[in-house]
């Protein structure tokens, strides 16, 4: 009998909050999986606190309550359209649970000790409501990825097949947990997945590069294939034995490549892959671990997919 995934997505007012909901319900499989909705309630707006109130506090504390109750009420009507969205991709009523709670750490110190309760991934929406202190990621999403550890933390843009999956792969330890991540977790059935392993180019950055230098150039590309293709074969061949057919796993060695993280996210618009797997770099083993320079970069780049963080 297959585990049942366990699943927690964090829900606001944003757009992309929903886009995390529905991405759960089309990635993972309705009979197999429970989804927890989980809001955490701060409100008043931060931005309250910054404002130089004087002898006009009383009154505009009224006005934020008034605020807060209508966020309240907007905030329990977006929970329930995801609950919906869940009911009608084909979730049992019994496998979607709401939780909501007022803050008690902070939104994401919040997030990160719920998710400790037994859940298998946590998924959140790559902005949430305030779009000011971080531009390419909103500022919860990026407070989870700091900290967010032993299970994979999704973050989700826009994206279009959730189950098109590219993993990048660079065939360390880190690496191989992702592939085996994908295994457990994936619905088989209509799931397609390219492993990407990519070697940036030494000598192209360099117009003028002599000729041994890109002699040497070719001699590397020869030997790091020489490598990497056994552990993509074995990685290939693992996917394939947990139930994905031959002709849905692919793989491709790219080389020449000014960019590793640039070009696994090209590789993912161009081709429409709905989900980038990549692995974590831990550097530290008590608390926090710190992510790999490549995965951030795809995190960062990766506005057109829903992207894994894996540990």
């Avoid at 699943?7 to 929903?18: E, W």
């Avoid at 006005?63 to 109750?69: A, R």
């Avoid at 209508?70 to 009523?93: S, V």
């Avoid at 491709?252 to 081709?271: C, L, M, P, W």
Wanted: hydrophobic fraction near 40%; include cysteine.
């Amino acid at each position: 009998m297959n585990h049942r995934k366990k699943i927690l997505v964090t829900v606001d007012a944003s757009a992309h909050s929903l886009e995390a909901v529905h991405y759960a319900g089309e990635f993972f499989s309705p009979e197999n999986t429970e989804i927890q909705l989980f809001h955490v309630d701060t409100h008043i707006p931060e931005s309250f606190w910054d404002m130089n109130l004087g002898s006009g506090f009383q009154r505009r504390m009224a006005s934020v309550k008034s605020w807060t109750l209508e966020t309240q009420r907007a905030m329990k009507e977006q929970m329930e359209n995801a609950r919906m969205i869940l009911l009608d991709l084909g979730f049992p009523y019994k496998a979607v649970t709401i939780k909501q709670q007022d803050s008690i750490k902070g939104v994401a110190r919040d997030i990160i000790d719920e998710s400790k309760n037994g859940f298998d991934a946590v998924i959140a929406g790559r902005t949430g409501i305030s779009r000011v202190k971080d531009l390419l990621m909103g500022n919860i999403a990026t407070k989870l990825v700091g900290k967010i550890v032993g299970i994979p933390l999704i973050i989700v843009g826009a994206y279009t097949n959730p189950r098109k999956v590219l993993i990048a792969f660079d065939g360390s330890e880190g690496a191989t947990r992702a592939v085996e991540c994908i295994n457990a977790m994936m619905v088989k059935d209509a799931s397609s997945v390219k492993i990407c392993y990519v070697i940036r180019t030494i000598s192209d950055i360099y117009r003028t590069a002599p000729a041994d230098m890109k002699m040497l150039e070719e001699d590397m590309f020869k030997k790091t294939r020489g490598v990497v293709e056994p552990l993509i074969e074995n990685a290939r061949e693992s996917l394939v034995a947990s139930g994905l057919k031959p002709d849905n796993v692919s793989h491709e060695i790219k080389q020449n490549e000014y960019s590793r993280a640039r070009a696994i996210v090209d590789d993912a618009t161009s081709n429409r892959f709905g989900t980038i797997v990549v692995g974590r770099r831990g550097l530290s083993l008590v608390e926090e671990f710190f992510i790999g320079r490549v995965s951030k970069k795809v995190l960062q780049l990766g506005g057109n997919a829903a992207v894994w963080i894996v540990n």
